[in-house]
Nanobody
Framework: QVQLVESGGGLVQPGGSLRLSCAASGFTFSGFSMAWYRQVLGKGRELVASITPDGSSTINLHSVKGRFTISRDNAKSTGYLQMNSLKPDDTAVYYC????????????WGQGTQVTVSS
């Protein structure tokens, strides 16, 4: 069974840090690109950061550059999003997404984890 399971979300004060994890199972994680999206209630999902199978990373969302870092450990089939200097505007549900384009596109989503930044 294919699964992407996020963890590490929660309530944090402004200026604090969280590390989100995305544990993959049921497919060859090392062959997939991975990304983190976030969504605020009533708005569409926005791409936060992405990383290739070999670890080349991109922070796609300008507002988090210099504060967030995406990484992965293929041996553990796990991806991460390190979030520092958190702001109230970072409050959202964060989703893990994995995809590969070979003979068509195969993609998987996690169920999401809530991050709330508030004093």
């Amino acid at each position: 069974q294919v699964q992407l399971v996020e963890s590490g979300g929660g309530l944090v004060q402004p200026g604090g840090s969280l590390r989100l994890s995305c544990a993959a199972s049921g497919f060859t994680f090392s062959g997939f690109s991975m990304a983190w999206y976030r969504q605020v209630l009533g708005k569409g999902r926005e791409l936060v950061a992405s990383i290739t199978p070999d670890g080349s990373s991109t922070i796609n969302l300008h507002s988090v550059k210099g504060r967030f870092t995406i990484s992965r450990d293929n041996a553990k089939s796990t991806g991460y999003l390190q979030m520092n200097s958190l702001k109230p505007d970072d409050t959202a549900v964060y989703y893990c997404y994995a995809w590969v384009t070979a003979w068509g596109r195969t993609e998987y989503w996690g169920q999401g984890t809530q991050v709330t930044v508030s004093s």
